[in-house]
């Protein structure tokens, strides 16, 4: 049970072909252009394993077939006749299925799936161009010659452009471990593929194209899976409004908002591309055995104008220029010409040496303000290209950081491009792409600090009053009305402990001057109705009220202009709240949006009445906690604004945070929300309170329980629970985290090589890098991982003393790809055998492989663990033979 359930399909040992007529010369005009183009690409290509070539009409067992076990069965046939073979294949028990057409009408496609899913066969197309593996030298697809045999992995949702990318490559020098083009019909879909690829040992960078997606949650499970095993390089088609209508005509799936996207890929730890190009250069960089830790880029170059060029564009995509400390510079300064100037740009001038390179390219590597460093040289009379590049390669050996190189020219820096190609140094022909390069490592950096945090629906912050929120969300939709009032939009953020401005509503103009006496003046006057959702507009809003006289005439003119701007308006009143006194106040926004793809999606930026032109807005996906709330505020535009600045102090950004947060929980514990304008929010170094919010509702689907309306689940804190050890202590079962991954390595190497061997049959000493990443960071949804662990007290510095945790005891299950069991896994600590520890962690996971609505969970233990086998026995476990291997027993137990 160790290979992944889509072995069968991309790893096949044997293979059967439908293709037509195997007596028909392979080119035959009776074949469908897919048949012939499979055939080609077979006989092209001599693949490793077994492969037979089938027909609907033969008849007979498997063993006048000549086929004993199949795990692959490719399809490429006329429409009518795909059923068929599709029967004929589950009928030899084949485990996969792949059909190459084009074409097929929804109705046809939905037969296949049922067949498919009738004999327990993985599809994948219809509609789609195959795939191809070049280690196994299968190339099961319509899309062209075979790929060259190397390190990326391709997906792509568009067969023509699945095409011309492997066309493009044969020339380009680029390699591939797997190319796969899926259509918009297939049973295997993109986080199925991506979750394979996660796994995959020949596979280094994943790179993808795609269009859109049919489910977030299970794509962002696997992409953060991926992404966090590998780089993961994205480049998604329409962007803009009309390439998104194309999009979903072409590949039938839900599209969504581009900057909903953009976020769901910051989260995922992913980095986005904009031209398919640009997917290629950006894997092979972070392929390289280097991680920046930041961004900034130092640029050495030999001519001022392609060093501009660089400077330009790394301001355009928000790249620091990195400056040499004054001690990196004072060292630096003699090695160089007197014409060389070291301020943002290390120019060495007409005269740049290989020498001088070299001076300037240690001093960067050697240089803690340094993150990365782009090397750029232009062809001069008497310059030396390939000098200067054996200069780079040399130095790219002992740097400890991104090292990236532009010659520009063509024909007088071949030789020097070649040198730095076969070095496997990043070289580009512009100085913006080079940059774009670096950019691209930097935001892989930063998208990996997103990917590591798992945060729970709640904060630390006081409990807020889940319970009257939800009651007041009934109450309004128990009235059939979808939009809260200001006065109800304020009474549910401050059951979350939101700070709001005191608002009461006025029926008329005597009430309005009471309740402005009660409230004291200044006061704002504001117009309630669930059908304006913009006050200003329509003159709905009168500030800095003085007096009870202007209190009532502003009422009066203002339901006067109200009435004639918008008639049909229905009018509940007006309502009364304290002038901010806040003079240095700024304005900022936060929101809630729910996109179509993504669902609920956290907006933050700047407020006000011109909220709309402005367009500031910044997003990301909830849970949040405090480090991504902080990230959300940096890239807005407003953040700059936060600051000091003409003598006022910089705003409470904890406060800001705070507000965050308790949104976070808002989105997280009600289902129900669907918009959520809080604006303005006004800030000051003293605090923030929202002085104004409109807040939009509607059923919750029944689905939307356990927080199944988030792309991304929380953290599932609830599960955390305390047990008492025998013979005294306690220890805690928790649901693992990625930052658990160092815990869990010093585990797995104190285990004892039996029971190493006895958890994963093999000798191996410790977790390799890919498989440890996988063990920590998981999908709460289709899988779990439950550490036991134990606090000890450790002194530290100074004398003082601090809680050390300590793994003792995993048990894990990951849900099978039928969706209703799963399978498990179990390791205790040598020391706690015994103790009842192995007990509490498998009743812990199957009571949580229960609360998911799985049916069954089973798990392979080795026949010669007799320990394991007793425990598995006395928890109610069935116990099996494992027909694929006789030194494996299978206990099975239904929940």
Known sequence: MDKHYLTPLFSPDAVVVFAGDPALPPDDAARTPSARALLQSLAQNRFVGQLAMLDIGMSGTLADLAVARVDLAIIALPSDQIASALEVAGRIRSRAAMVLSSGLPPSQCTELHAIARRHGMLLMGPNSLGFQRPSIKLNASAAGAMGAPGPLALVCQSGALTASILDWA??????????????????????????????????QSILIYME?????????SALRAAAYAKPVVVMKAGRKPAGSRAALTHSAAIVGSDDVFEAALRRAGAVRVRVFTQLF?????????????????????????????????????????????????????????????LDALIDLGEEGTPEAYQAALRACVADSGVDGVLVLHSPKPGSDPEAVARVVIEGDREAGKPLLACWLGDEAVRSARAALNAAHIPSFRTPEAATDAFGNIASFYQNQQLLQQTPPPRSTLAQPDIEGARLLIETVLTERRRVLTEMESKALLAAFH???TRTMLARNANEAMLIASQLG??????????????????????????????????????LARVGRAQPSARINGVTIQPMSVKRRGREIFVGLTTDEAFGPVITFGAGGTMVELIADRAMELPPLNQFLAHRLIERARVAEMLGGWRGSAAADLAAVEQILLRVSEMVCELPQLREMDINPVIVDESGAV?????????????????????????????????????????????????????????????????????????????????????????DYDREMALVAVTKERQAGDGGNFFDHERIIGVSRYITNPDLTTCEFSLVVGDGYNGQGLGSRLMLSIADFARSKGLQQIEGLVLANNPNMLRLMKGLGYEERKFPEDPDFKLVVKAL
């Open 212 to 220: 859109g997606i049919h489910h977030a949650r299970r794509f962002m």
């Open 170 to 203: 044969h020339t380009s020098g680029v390699r591939f471990s797997t190319v796969v083009s899926l259509g918009p019909n297939t049973g295997v879909d993109l986080p199925q593929v991506l979750d394979f690829l996660a796994n995959d040992g020949a596979t």
């Open 498 to 500: 939101i700070p709001v």
């Open 521 to 558: 003046y200044p006061v704002v006057l504001k117009i309630d109705s669930p059908d304006i959702s913009h006050k200003s507009d329509v003159e709905g809003v009168v500030l800095n009220v003085m007096t009870a006289s202007q209190v009532r005439d502003g009422f009066n003119d203002m």
């Open 281 to 341: 250069s950006a894997a092979r960089c972070l392929a390289s055995r280097y991680r920046p830790v930041g961004k900034r880029l130092a640029v050495v170059t030999n001519g001022g104008g392609p060093g501009v060029l660089a400077a330009d564009w790394a301001n355009e995509i928000k790249l620091e220029l990195a400056s040499l400390s004054a001690a990196s510079r004072s060292a630096l300064a003699p090695l160089l010409s007197p014409q060389a100037t």
């Open 690 to 778: 929202a002085v104004d919010a409109r807040i939009v509702i509607d059923h919750a689907p029944p689905a939307a329980r356990d927080y199944n309306h988030l792309a991304i689940l929380p953290y599932p804190s609830a599960h955390e629970r305390e047990w008492p050890m025998k013979g005294g202590g306690q220890y805690t079962i928790r649901p693992i985290r990625p930052d658990d991954a160092e815990m869990l390595q010093t585990f797995v190497r104190g285990l004892s090589q039996e029971s190493r061997y006895f958890r994963f049959a093999s000798t191996m000493q410790e977790l390799p890098a890919r498989m440890l990443a996988r063990y920590t960071l998981i």
